[in-house]
Nanobody
Framework: QVQLVESGGGLAQPGGSLRLSCAAS????????MGWLRQAPGKRREFVSV????????YYADSVKGRFTISRDNAKNTAYLQMNSLKPEDTAVYYC?????????????????WGRGTQVTVSS
């Protein structure tokens, strides 16, 4: 049974940091590109970041570039999203996702598996 379980969300102050984790099981983690996407209330789900199967390549949305860092540990079947210099507009539910076919996709519909999400709220 495929599972992606996010953790690490919560409340942060503007300028603060959070580290999200995504624990994967039920599939061969190293064969999947891993992505993070988010959805704010009343908005469509949007791409945040993606990392290649090896972890050597990554890509970021312009809105988070320079502030967020994606990484993965294939030995632990876990992906991470380090979020620094958080802004109120980063408030959203953050989803971990896995894509079997593509190299680095920014399109939510391309992802095969999804976690249930973790809430990130940035507020003073």
């Amino acid at each position: 049974q495929v599972q992606l379980v996010e953790s690490g969300g919560g409340l942060a102050q503007p300028g603060g940091s959070l580290r999200l984790s995504c624990a994967a099981s039920g599939f061969t983690f190293s064969k999947y590109v891993m992505g993070w996407l988010r959805q704010a209330p009343g908005k469509r789900r949007e791409f945040v970041s993606v990392i290649s199967r090896s972890g050597l390549n990554s890509y970021y949305a312009d809105s988070v570039k320079g502030r967020f860092t994606i990484s993965r540990d294939n030995a632990k079947n876990t992906a991470y999203l380090q979020m620094n210099s958080l802004k109120p507009e980063d408030t959203a539910v953050y989803y971990c996702s896995a894509d079997a076919e593509r190299i680095l996709s920014t399109i939510p519909a391309h992802y095969d598996y999804w976690g249930r999400g973790t809430q990130v709220t940035v507020s003073s």
